[in-house]
């Protein structure tokens, strides 16, 4: 495809006191470590090299768009989080965010747990070598075949959502002659500061037993009667890409209390809590996530200072972090396909994909970076927002950012931090194939979920 300079469109003063884009990057070619996969550098010609390898060969390998996963990066936060935790704590991966049976692997050697919410994810687990017995089981209304294989696998925790649940579990585990160890997913009554699609703790949702009314006392009472079930603990997960602290610490306090309750009750202190996942991540420059160790500080003395107020055994903690861990290590590259400046708004960019691969902006108005990857540029920047090439306007990638006004179709561009909930939430809109995610390590690169074909759409459509 052509390379030729193309007219810009508006890129100065008259539009920058619109919209919520800050200015632009000093330098657009000086790629920000924040929001870029660790082994993500430019080489000597400019172009994007991730795990040695440039984004040209990538794309003329692999086509686009793409997702590119940078293995190393994925393995160094897993360990980040399993040393910060250290041998008292577990860490589940929340399979939600992306899973595969390489990442299972990878999960598997790099000593971490697995959280799993459905049957297709619980199938992918094992079916990757996960021992049953680092598995979670998730969700809010699990089939009862879905608890059978749970049980029958011999996962090792199922967490609640309810009381027909309690009864479910507890039924399934009778049958086939278990204990099923439980936990008790509790709803805190913490607004966290998110998009409001993704807070999950405030009490008008879906999810969990509510800690205010008593609920979740009437819950563990339940629950600590039924044979079938062993009460492990209590979990809570207050939301998604927070950054504040002070929701978690609210939290943990609060189950803290429930435990302390459960004690003066029953007599019996439960060994776990769960603070569920929900730490945010770096999307454009203006993001400052937490380190994994400042996390894990801040969960544990919050515990213990709880727990020695209300003198109770400090509970053995885990997490479930699925976006800070596999997030910042993905990015998508695409090929930009047409460039339509408007006059006095912004030029808009379409590229190869859009919402069918990355939903997150459509549905939270998530923010998302983006920059030139096959070349370095000097032109001046140029305000545009990226777009898809499905059938609707809401099909924006990336709402406001800056590309160098010599942007040109047959240009690739990349778009980071979309290794959380853009392949696993893809869709077929259109018709779409969903793109494939290659994993890259060292100076090689393998595709870990291939690119879907036609023919696995006709495959599908049996009319
Ligand atoms: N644990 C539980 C019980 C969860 O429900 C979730 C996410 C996690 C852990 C992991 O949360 P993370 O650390 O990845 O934020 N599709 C939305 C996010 C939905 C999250 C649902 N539950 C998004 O794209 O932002």
Known sequence: MSRSAHPAGPRHADVLTEGHYSAPAADLNVLDEKVW??????????????????????????????YFLDERDFRARCRAWA????????????GKAFLSRAVVRWLKEEGLNLDVCSGGELTTALDAGMPAERIAFHGNNKTVAEIERAVEAGVGRIVLDSFQEIVRVAHVARRHGVRQRVQIRVTVGVEAHTHEFIATAHEDQKFGIALADGQAAEAVRRALALDGLELIGVHSHIGSQIFDMAGFEVSARRVVQLLAEIRDEHGVELPEIDLGGGLGIAYTSEDDPREPHEIAKALSDIVTRECEAAKLRTPRISVEPGRAIVGPTAFTLYEVGTIKPLEGLRTY??????????????????????????????????????VGKHCESGDIVVKDAFLPADLAPGDLIAVPATGAYCRSMASNYNHALRPPVVAVRDGEARVIVRRETEEDLLRLDVG
């Open 349 to 386: 960019v379409s590229v190869d994909g859009g919402m069918s691969d990355n939903i997150r902006t459509a549905l939270y108005d998530a923010e998302y970076s983006v920059a030139l990857v096959s070349r370095t540029s000097d032109a001046e920047p140029m305000l545009v927002r990226v």
């Open 83 to 94: 040393d910060a935790f250290g041998p008292d704590a577990d860490v589940f991966y929340a």
């Open 37 to 66: 996969s660790r082994t993500v550098t430019r080489d000597a010609d400019g172009a994007l090299t991730v795990g040695g390898i440039t984004v040209a060969r990538l794309a003329e390998e692999f086509g686009t768009p793409a």
